[in-house]
């Protein structure tokens, strides 16, 4: 049996783990125990809200109280964008659901994988709100965390297994616990567990990550989103000049109907394929950022979201010239 660790414990070792911590109203007296026993807990899961926000303090008394159909606490504590922590609920809570008894089973074993992700063969039978500790991170799933919101969360985690005594391997995304779910979105666990598996073995908070993190500024994920539209023609522009500067036609070479549909196959051809450019580019760029260290998983997944922009923003740039002419 592996006891819960206090409320005021956690928050004394996120502290001291030079964290910024805040506790929301008579969050250690909310949880939803009397549905099953807060007593054996096994692993940490992670997951985003689905909305972004930056008021976390009204967010995080929603996450307390709940919906009309899902009673809070929706989560024990919550990531802001800002890296501010937020203790939500002292106990079993409404976070996770069913999980997959397979999965669990690694959680158990502490041998969930540092190079890859585990895919659930189910929804799930396994009651994961009194075994999981749920850190529900606030965004929306739809692009990478912050910087700092990816560091505080590591660093959370790090903190609990610390404490407890594991590794990094009983940590879970909530789409590996079931086949229901995806989150947390734009975040890849095995990298993730193999960082947090290198603060539980060392230094968890090495002083200057927080706010100075391993990956790259936003004006350099920008760069870097150019270069890869412009060595992989997508979609045909010219990185020194304003996007849409050339055509933009469908997959197969013929008009495309709608606006939405043009943006969607642009949208899909830049994910496709902007895994396969920083395999084959990724030293080269890496040398163009001026930054000191890299993880090279955070700026994959920041130049992702940029690509992507940038595609949706050509596309409707040149309807617009199209509808001028």
């Known amino acids: 049996m592996s006891s819960p660790i206090p409320g005021p414990d956690l928050v004394r070792i996120f502290r001291q783990a030079g964290l910024t911590v805040v506790e929301m109203p008579n969050w250690l007296t909310t949880n939803r125990n009397q549905i099953a026993p807060w007593n054996d807990v096994h692993g940490v899961t992670i997951h985003h809200t689905g909305s972004d926000t930056t ?19 929706l989560c024990n504590y919550s990531v802001a964008y800002n890296g501010v922590v937020y203790m939500i609920g002292n106990g079993r809570a409404n976070h996770a659901g069913k999980g997959d008894a397979v999965v669990y089973d690694r959680i158990l074993a502490e041998t969930m994988p540092l190079d890859g992700e585990m895919h659930p063969a189910t929804s799930g039978s396994i009651d994961l ?72 073995l060392g230094n968890i908070n090495p ?49 495309t109907q709608t606006l939405a549909a043009l943006v969607s196959w642009n949208e899909e051809y830049s994910r496709r394929f902007v895994q396969e450019a920083f395999v084959q580019y990724i030293p080269e760029i890496v040398k163009q950022v001026s930054t000191a260290t890299v993880d090279v998983d955070a700026v994959a997944n920041a130049v992702a979201a940029k690509v992507n922009a940038q595609v949706a923003a050509a596309v409707v740039n040149e309807f617009d010239k199209r509808l001028e002419s």
């Open 207 to 255: 002083g200057d990550d927080v706010g100075n993190v391993d990956t790259i500024s936003d004006a350099a994920a920008e760069k870097i989103a150019w270069w890869i539209l412009y060595n992989y023609k997508m979609p045909w522009v010219d990185p020194a000049h304003a996007p849409g500067t050339q055509p933009v036609i469908s997959p197969e070479g013929h008009p």
């Open 129 to 200: 709100n009194s075994r999981m500790y749920g850190n529900e991170v606030q965004y929306s799933g739809g692009h990478p965390m912050t910087a700092v919101q990816l560091q505080v969360t590591e660093i959370t985690t790090a903190v609990i297994c610390k404490e407890h005594g594991w590794n990094a391997g009983s940590v879970a995304a909530h789409r590996e616990q079931t086949n229901q779910k995806p989150d947390p979105g734009y975040t890849l666990m095995g990298p993730f567990r193999t960082r947090t598996n290198a603060r539980i």
């Open 55 to 73: 008021n976390p303090y009204d967010y995080s008394l929603f996450l307390q109280r709940g919906r009309s159909d899902l009673i809070g606490p």
